[in-house]
């Protein structure tokens, strides 16, 4: 996951949890017909993947490869991008039942590293059965990466809406697509999620594969949704992590977060009133409520000492996602009202205890931005904003007071009001029969349970494993909860589940 505030709010449930063939020659195949499809996938030269040592200080079996993609899918003899892909073979190549391709998120998620990153933590069979193919998206990380010069300031889009700073974050967003357009403007009409799905489908061909199977988190559910969309009968085994509703992206993504912050506040403030002889929170949910949002009024007049730099009370409210894990929170917000008080500073985080990783470096050649822009093409190219600024007040206005938490952020002015690159191609409407398994904990901060269900409505043949009580961003792998076993089962058979499933952790 990459920090709060940052551009990329899905990005990677498993960079929590690991900081957190030979080449073929093929010809790719046209994309499925019919309206959905847009843009054809037309002949393009074919391609001798050439296998390298990804670094020398990385394991030999973790091997990358260079694949030349058009930049426009529409004039397939001009510019082209280059795609970073890996490979890590499948261990035993008797068992071996083809590729699967992994998106950790995002967008903006670089994935070149997930075959070695990820892959230890997928169970032995199913790494016994595949070849497991890592990717960095167009514009991403290595392949072709995108940058506009953005400023910290101009990369972090949560704001809360204030009359007096309106004017103030108009200018920021505009001045983002400004920017982006002036040092981009030639290919973000290209960055789009239908595009990345194409490059999946050369991929595919490149690898000398018939189809493909698929695990993608979050942002990547989308993804694999589009490429399920787009080329039905290539898409083999596609387990869909933590998903987006299709039908939602991307303002509406946006939005949906403070309906989700909302339902989860209420579950913490039920916990933490059930716990009020420990914590001193309030002995009702009402109570707690009440202390938690005294809480904010104060931090907003003064921040609130923590062991990092002081909390306002934006900050507080707008870090909502600590409130899915209420054993964290309960004794971070009654750790911060002592310090208010006068106490100790607070920890800065619910988590604080456990020092952060240092960031990774950024490899040669990525702009400090990448991440961040490659965000804004997604969510502005893939969809259609409001381009008057006064709908975004009235929006910010209305669901901040409809949803506390966040609503007026989720609501508030983006650089995708000013984001007008020349061409681009509607929304993909993700209406189909293709079989997906679908994994979803309860209370999950990015992408809600009403996002997966929103994805179980569109994926006509899928099924659905909600883990109840799971808490946090990421279920395969990461929490290790009773979705892994259907997962793995489907993964290493193809069989789906007869029925939607729920369980729990325990």
């Given at each position: 996951m990459v920090p709060r505030n940052s551009c990329a709010t899905f990005l990677l449930a498993f960079g929590a949890v690991t900081a957190v063939l030979s080449g073929a020659v093929c010809v790719p195949a046209?994309?499925?017909?019919?309206?959905?499809?847009g843009a054809q996938l037309r002949p393009y030269p074919p391609q001798k993947l050439h296998w390298r040592r990804?670094?020398?200080?990385?394991?030999?079996?973790?091997?990358?490869?260079?694949?030349?993609?058009?930049?426009?899918?529409?004039?397939?003899?001009?510019?082209?991008?280059?795609l970073a892909i890996s490979r890590i073979e499948a261990s035993d190549r008797k068992k071996r039942h083809g590729v699967l391709l992994l998106n950790p998120g995002g967008p903006g998620g670089a994935g070149l590293d997930m075959p070695e990153s990820v892959g230890p933590l997928l169970p032995p069979q199913?790494?016994?059965?595949?070849?497991?193919?890592?990717?960095?998206?167009?514009?991403?990380?290595?392949?072709?990466?995108?940058?506009?010069?953005?400023?910290?300031?101009?990369?972090?889009?949560?704001?809360?809406?204030?009359?007096?700073?309106?004017?103030?974050?108009?200018?920021?967003a505009r001045t983002v697509a400004d920017k982006c357009r002036t040092a981009e403007g030639e290919v973000l009409a290209h960055m789009t999620t239908r595009?990345?799905?194409?490059?999946?489908?050369?991929?595919?061909?490149?690898?000398?594969?018939?189809?493909?199977?698929?695990?993608?988190?979050?942002?990547?559910?989308?993804?694999?949704?589009?490429?399920?969309?787009?080329?039905?009968?290539?898409?083999d085994r596609m387990v869909l992590d933590s998903a987006v509703d299709p039908t939602e992206v991307w303002r509406g993504t946006f939005q949906g977060w403070a309906k989700g912050a909302e339902s989860a506040f209420t579950r913490w403030t039920e916990w933490a009133a059930a716990r009020d002889s420990v914590h001193h929170l309030g002995a009702t949910p009402a109570a707690v409520r009440a202390a938690f949002w005294d809480l904010v009024e104060h931090a907003d007049h003064t921040p609130i000492p923590t062991d990092g730099a002081p909390l306002t009370g934006s900050e507080l409210r707008l870090g909502y996602d600590a409130f899915v894990h209420v054993e964290t929170a309960t004794p971070w917000i009654a750790a911060l009202r002592r310090a208010a008080a006068g106490g100790p500073p607070a920890p800065a985080s619910p988590t604080a205890a456990t020092p952060p990783s240092d960031p990774q470096p950024l490899p040669h050649g990525v702009p400090a931005d990448n991440t961040a822009v490659a965000a804004?093409?997604?969510?502005?190219?893939?969809?259609?904003?409001?381009?008057?600024?006064?709908?975004?007040?009235?929006?910010?206005?209305?669901?901040?007071?409809?949803?506390?938490?966040?609503?007026?952020?989720?609501?508030?002015?983006?650089?995708?009001?000013?984001?007008?690159p020349a061409g681009g191609e509607p929304t993909t409407v993700v209406n189909n029969d293709v079989p997906a398994l679908i994994l979803q904990n309860r209370w999950d901060p990015q992408t809600p349970l009403a996002m997966g269900q929103g994805m179980r409505r569109a994926l006509h043949g899928s099924r659905m494993?909600?883990?109840?009580?799971?808490?946090?961003?990421?279920?395969?792998?990461?929490?290790?909860?009773?979705?892994?076993?259907?997962?793995?089962?489907?993964?290493?058979?193809?069989?789906?589940p007869a029925e939607d499933l729920v369980c729990t952790v325990s």
């Open positions: 046209h994309a499925a017909p019919g309206p959905a499809a990804c670094d020398s200080d990385r394991p030999a079996a973790f091997r990358c490869a260079t694949l030349k993609v058009p930049l426009d899918y529409g004039d397939p003899g001009g510019r082209t991008i280059d199913v790494r016994e059965q595949f070849d497991l193919i890592g990717f960095d998206p167009r514009g991403v990380g290595r392949s072709s990466p995108l940058g506009c010069g953005l400023t910290e300031d101009e990369q972090n889009w949560e704001h809360p809406y204030s009359d007096g700073a309106f004017a103030t974050d108009v200018a920021r595009n990345t799905a194409r490059d999946l489908d050369l991929i595919r061909a490149a690898l000398g594969e018939r189809k493909i199977s698929y695990l993608g988190y979050s942002y990547g559910t989308y993804l694999g949704a589009v490429y399920a969309q787009l080329f039905p009968r290539r898409s804004w093409a997604i969510f502005c190219g893939d969809a259609r904003w409001p381009s008057d600024p006064e709908q975004y007040r009235r929006d910010a206005i209305r669901n901040g007071a409809r949803y506390p938490l966040f609503g007026d952020a989720g609501s508030h002015i983006q650089p995708c009001a000013f984001w007008k494993v909600t883990v109840t009580d799971g808490e946090g961003h990421g279920v395969l792998g990461v929490t290790h909860s009773c979705a892994d076993a259907p997962a793995v089962r489907y993964l290493t058979t193809g069989r789906l």
